[in-house]
């Protein structure tokens, strides 16, 4: 089946400092992938929709500029949380499509922990 | 604008009983529903993922339902295990090409052994 990974699982980072988090699609093409965010004890919710080869897509609310969202390849999408602060700490997981499909398949999710 | 409700919030059993949770959403032009398990500081995991055109999907002891006209879905989970214990999710995605999914809060769901 479709698989979809994230890197780091986990990461811990300093205030002020910037986390990249990268979302591969292993063993299909994925033309759009979405970054969902989960605060403790919330949902998930849709941050943006990234298609390949061009800007991404943000939902009302989250900030572009600090959300830095790149879909260079088919097989690779990456969030950057530019000058990450505590309250950037949650859980932020990747979904991908693969090209002519419609499923959706998720990633397992990174867990950021700004101190 | 999509809504998904999940009931209950939260569920407590005892081992080896059969039990049902349950997914609500609001607009019925779905492309698919999928129910995944997270484990406390884990990842989801996807479950069972039911296409608009399903009705029902079953894996071991999951069976999940699927009736699109009313909004509803559930997920039944027989002869419970402590293993079980999770929040569970159930997500929508959009029936448009947006492929955009919503998801509920959850239940999180403890069985006692």
């Known amino acids: 089946g479709a698989v979809v990974s994230q890197h780091p699982s986990w990461v811990i980072c300093k205030s002020g400092t910037s986390v990249k988090i990268e979302c591969r699609s292993l063993?299909?093409?994925?033309?759009?992938m979405f970054w969902y965010r989960q605060f403790p004890k919330q949902s998930l919710m849709l941050m943006a929709t990234?298609?390949?080869?061009?800007?991404?897509?943000?939902e009302q609310g989250v900030e572009k500029d600090k959300f830095l969202i790149n879909h260079a390849s088919l097989t690779l999408s990456t969030l950057t949380v530019t000058s990450a602060h505590p309250e950037d700490s949650s859980f932020y997981i990747c979904?991908?499509?693969?090209?002519?499909?419609?499923?959706?398949?998720f990633g397992p999710g990174t867990r950021l922990l700004v101190l | 604008k999509q809504e998904v409700t999940q009931i209950p919030a939260a569920l407590s059993v005892p081992e080896g009983e059969n039990l049902v949770l349950n997914c609500s959403f609001t607009d019925s032009a779905i492309y698919n529903l999928q129910w995944f398990r997270q484990d406390p500081g884990k990842g989801l995991t996807s479950l069972l993922l039911i296409q608009s055109s399903q009705r029902e999907q079953t894996s071991g002891r999951l069976n999940a339902s699927l009736d699109k006209s009313s909004g509803r879905s559930t997920l039944y989970i027989a002869a419970s295990q402590p293993g079980d214990s999770a929040t569970y999710l159930c997500?929508?995605?959009?029936?448009?090409?947006?492929?955009?999914?919503?998801f509920g809060d959850g239940t999180t769901l403890t069985v006692k052994p």
């Open positions: 997500a929508v995605e959009e029936g448009t090409n947006a492929g955009k999914s919503t």
């Open positions: 063993d299909f093409q994925a033309t759009t």
């Open positions: 979904s991908a499509r693969a090209s002519g499909q419609e499923t959706q398949y």
């Open positions: 990234s298609n390949e080869g061009s800007k991404a897509t943000y």
